[in-house]
């Protein structure tokens, strides 16, 4: 009795496994009918197999082609002809293995996802970076045909790694005092060089240069021996203090062995200096104020000084508000460049019949469109002529020295200003450096 109860326990453990074991998720292959012999791989258009051996260079763009040929029949186990099934949801990848820093470097491409019917086929195309530093002996290229759940398609190739004979790269490039510089100050610019080739290459010409601001520098590395590291001194660029504010490009240039070059290009900010004020333009008027008999002229002075970084056109509108006295201008349009100035004269000569009294005469000076400025100049007609007579001097030389004087003073203060603003700053970098 008790054999026969150990008999039925048995039984009843065993139902329970069958259906535990039914129960259980079944991965479902989604590769189809896609095998091993179905996937060839060319490297850079040379077709290879898990025994040819690749040499390739530190730093070799490696065009990987693979080709997925799915047949339209294929063998079953009794050798017969079947219909093959079609490829879902499948990528391809290919990988670089035995490279130290691969945590830090990608050194695989993957294709997206795609399907493959029976009877076509497939070509992806894959492109992987050999590393400069990658050790100089064997290592393995990978190539992989996945799918969601199945056993992965795996196809192994061995390259031997050889260093060029001329290579040098600009790793890196540092800013002093950093990425962001004010106009009128100096950029120094310290371009790090390291020869990946086996070769020591002499006189490596480095250039730096900001081609939107028209200034470079060129240092000369005499001596950069194979897998060296080294420090080009200090590049000094001077940035313009015109330097209009924005982001510019930094490009470095190394040329070695006579014809082979290396570039790298950079980014840095320029912070308008404000010893400039773009479109700045001074005015001075002299004098302001005049005593005129009717019949007579009165001669006022204005004096134009453009202390921006552009050439301007300068226009003149004279409006004396009625027919007391009519009003000219000795120029009517006058060009200045940068840093240059210009006297202009406006007389004002009241009619034989204006009366006694103060009138304003309106100046706008503009430049194109807009007015830079408008100027009430005053003048007060009198009756008796001696008044103004007497003045035996030459009016318009009194002005125009008088005038001078006036914007030389002008450009002197703003010097000033500008060469305590500078001074100000400088001590502020000594004291946060």
């Known amino acids: 009795m008790r ?5 039925m326990a048995f039984f009843v453990m065993s139902v329970l496994l069958v259906s535990l074991v039914s129960a259980a998720p079944v991965s479902v292959s989604t590769l189809g009918s896609l095998t091993t012999n179905d996937v060839t791989v060319e490297v850079n258009d040379e077709e290879v197999d898990e025994k040819t051996l690749l040499v390739v260079e530190e730093g070799e763009k490696l065009h990987v082609e693979v080709e997925l040929k799915l047949p339209a029949t294929v063998k079953d186990a009794n050798n017969n002809d079947v219909a093959a ?11 670089l293995s035995g490279y130290e820093y691969s945590d830090y470097v990608s050194l695989e491409d993957v294709s997206p996802v795609f399907d493959l019917k029976a009877g076509t086929k497939k070509t992806v195309d894959l492109e992987l970076t050999v590393p400069n530093d990658i050790s100089n002996e064997k290592n393995t290229l990978r190539v992989f045909v996945l799918d ?5 398609i795996v196809k192994t190739f061995t390259f031997h790694v050889e260093s060029p004979r001329h290579a040098v790269e ?9 990425e962001t510089v004010k106009a ?7 371009p790090v060089l390291e020869n990946y080739g086996d070769r020591t290459e002499d006189d490596v010409v480095v250039t730096v240069e900001i081609p939107a601001l028209g200034v470079k520098a060129t240092e000369v590395v005499k001596e950069l021996e194979a897998d060296e590291r080294k420090d080009v001194p200090e590049m000094f660029l001077p940035i313009p203090v015109s330097a209009a504010a924005g982001t510019y490009d930094v490009k470095v240039t190394a040329k070695y062995d006579r014809y082979e070059t290396a570039t790298k290009t ?23 104020a005049q005593t005129v008999a009717p019949g007579k002229t009165a001669t006022y002075g204005i004096a134009l000084s453009n202390e921006g970084t552009t050439t301007k056109a300068f226009t003149f509108d004279v409006a004396t508000g009625g027919n007391w006295a009519t009003a000219s201008v000795s120029e009517m349009l006058v ?44 003048a007060t007609v009198a009756q008796a002529p001696a008044a103004v007579e007497s003045n035996d001097f030459n009016l318009r030389n009194g002005l125009e020295i008088a005038l001078i004087v006036l914007v030389v003073l002008l450009v002197i203060i703003g010097l000033i200003i500008g060469f305590s603003r500078l001074r100000k700053d400088d001590e502020e970098e000594q004291t946060y450096y």
């Not at 460049?337 to 204006?354: E, I, R, S």
Request: net charge positive; hydrophobic share 45%; charged share 20%.
């Open 3 to 7: 054999k026969l109860r150990n008999v």
């Open 85 to 95: 099934k079609d490829a879902k949801q499948i990528e391809v990848l290919a990988r």
């Open 148 to 152: 969601r759940n199945s056993q992965e």
């Open 170 to 178: 600009i790793n890196d490039l540092y800013f002093s005092p950093g």
């Open 184 to 190: 009128g100050r100096a950029l120094l610019v310290t």
């Open 266 to 288: 950079s980014s840095v900010t320029v912070v308008a200096s404000e010893m400039v004020k773009a479109d700045k333009v001074l005015l001075a008027v002299g004098p302001g």
């Open 335 to 378: 060009v200045l460049a940068p840093g240059q100035n210009k006297v202009v004269y406006v007389d004002v000569a009241p009619a034989a019949d204006a009366a006694a009294g103060q009138y304003m005469v309106s100046v706008a000076v503009k430049a194109g469109s807009e007015t830079v400025q408008t100027i009430a100049l005053q």
